[in-house]
């Protein structure tokens, strides 16, 4: 079973973003996949990698259009986007690092930031992203 699952009330009404959410949860599930997997090793390492890589380039566009509608509240979503790309970088250093086991509480960690991040931060600039014709 899915550690996560995109659901329609994760919707930001912009078809760009919810793509790039719907990525960061399927790559959150592959990660639960590949921990529980036996070649699972490097695959994690590629995977947190990866997921990195992603969440910065989403995180840049998300960024993008806050600063495009002049949203008020973009220097506190800015610094939990930091956060969790310190501890993916962080988690990415650890897993290059040899002897790195990944838990179940790390899955949970990422799992449960992008749900409350989506839920609670980025639903915040949906009224004025609809009101600025952002889609
Ligand atoms: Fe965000
Ligand atoms: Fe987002």
Redesign the pocket.
Known sequence: MPVISWKDEYSVGVAE?DG??KKLISMINELHLAMNSDRGQRLVKTIISEMLDYARM??EI?EGYMRQVEYLGLLGHYREHENFVNKARDLKQRSEEGEFVLSLEVIHFLSDWLKK??LET?MKYVPLFKEKGIR
């Open positions: 973003l790039h959410h989403h995180f998300e991040h989506i980025d």
